[in-house]
């Protein structure tokens, strides 16, 4: 007798449980990633038929060039392009920057005494025992700067919720120099600063998907705070999406802060995306010694992570010519 049998465990039975889980896996849609002022210069890619839509990042400034006066018409124009083709619009509402130069809030918010300078510089340690300035991370934790930071919010809302397909708060990570802050960081603070901001995107946006970020907390490491636990747990009960700026497979820092979490909250999140930008396409394959592919890249976001849309860097190769 087949031992299969004799466990009351048929071939049949197999294959029928085999396609009942893959069934329950579905494939991750596809999206570009692109910044403002770029998405007409994608048109071709934006066409093919293996993509959704796109995710375009859109900063402070642009939106808000001055006190409770908004300027949409960047997110109109790409929300026609889009709408044209039958494809889904993803905004990323940028308030941290990754360059010097770019201080991309508005004015008002840089000069005004109640907000405390707006921005304080992002850090780099190379290794040799100091910190350079390599960008910058807007204070959230300054109630006067969330308080402009959720209008800005509250009037995208307004104006797109339901006609864009989801709207993302960036990432959680940021690095500034603790020991030297003088603008009332702490830890906490950011942290429900954060989840602030992103309960007051979700009840503006009552149709649109709300996402939410998260790859680090300062401050935390291996959830021994429980950010990311409260946060996860958080989005779980109120509908909010999660997501992240990087896909790489089991890397190690990400193994030990958000990836573990998304693969526990698989299926119980409102929506999952993630991204695949240029630095992410750098990365390469411990096992193979050359950069991951799109086939690995996809695979890990959808069996591990539980991954519902991929925004791709344009210049991934797979959607070369």
């Given at each position: 007798m087949n031992s299969l049998t004799i466990f009351g465990i048929t071939a049949a039975t197999i294959f029928g449980l085999a396609t009942a889980i893959a069934g329950n896996v579905q494939a991750a849609e596809n999206f570009i990633y692109t910044g403002n002022g770029?998405?007409?210069?994608?048109?071709?890619?934006?066409?093919?038929?293996?993509?959704?839509?796109?995710?375009?990042?859109?900063?402070?400034?642009?939106?808000?060039?001055?006190?409770?006066?908004?300027?949409?018409?960047?997110?109109?124009?790409?929300?026609?392009?889009t709408g044209k083709l039958g494809k889904k619009l993803f905004i990323q509402v940028q308030d941290r920057f990754f360059s010097p130069e770019a201080r991309n809030i508005p004015d008002y918010v840089l000069e005004g005494a109640e907000y405390g300078g707006g921005l304080v510089p992002q850090l780099d340690?190379?290794?040799?025992?100091?910190?350079?300035?390599?960008?910058w991370t807007t204070m959230q934790w300054n109630p006067a700067v969330r308080a402009r930071y959720q209008e800005l919010l509250k009037a995208l809302a307004t104006r797109f919720d339901g006609q864009v397909y989801g709207v993302n708060l960036p990432e959680t990570a940021i690095d500034i120099d603790m020991k030297a802050d003088q603008t009332g960081f702490s830890c906490d603070a950011y942290f429900d600063a954060e989840l602030e901001n992103l309960t007051t995107a979700r009840q503006a946006f009552s149709t649109s998907k709300v996402v939410q970020y998260v790859n680090f907390w300062p401050c935390e490491w291996?959830?021994?705070?429980?950010?990311?636990?409260?946060?996860?747990?958080?989005?779980?009960?109120?509908?909010?999406?999660?997501?992240?700026?990087?896909?790489?497979?089991?890397?190690?820092?990400?193994?030990?802060?958000?990836?573990?979490?998304?693969?526990?909250?698989?299926?119980?999140?409102?929506?999952?995306?993630?991204?695949?930008?240029?630095?992410?396409?750098?990365?390469?394959?411990?096992?193979?010694?050359?950069?991951?592919?799109?086939?690995?890249?996809?695979?890990?976001?959808?069996?591990?992570l539980g991954v519902d849309a991929i925004f791709w860097s344009v210049e991934s190769p797979w959607l070369k010519p």
């Open positions: 770029d998405l007409a210069a994608a048109a071709a890619i934006l066409e093919r038929p293996d993509i959704a839509g796109a995710q375009v990042v859109y900063n402070w400034r642009a939106l808000e060039p001055k006190k409770g006066e908004y300027d949409f018409s960047a997110i109109e124009r790409d929300l026609e392009q340690n190379p290794g040799e025992g100091k910190a350079e300035a390599y960008g291996e959830n021994d705070h429980n950010y990311m636990g409260r946060l996860f747990e958080r989005a779980a009960a109120s509908g909010i999406g999660l997501g992240g700026p990087d896909i790489v497979p089991y890397r190690k820092g990400q193994m030990k802060n958000s990836y573990p979490f998304f693969n526990q909250y698989r299926g119980k999140l409102d929506f999952v995306g993630m991204a695949v930008q240029e630095p992410t396409l750098t990365y390469k394959n411990d096992k193979t010694g050359k950069p991951f592919t799109k086939d690995e890249f996809t695979a890990f976001a959808t069996d591990y």
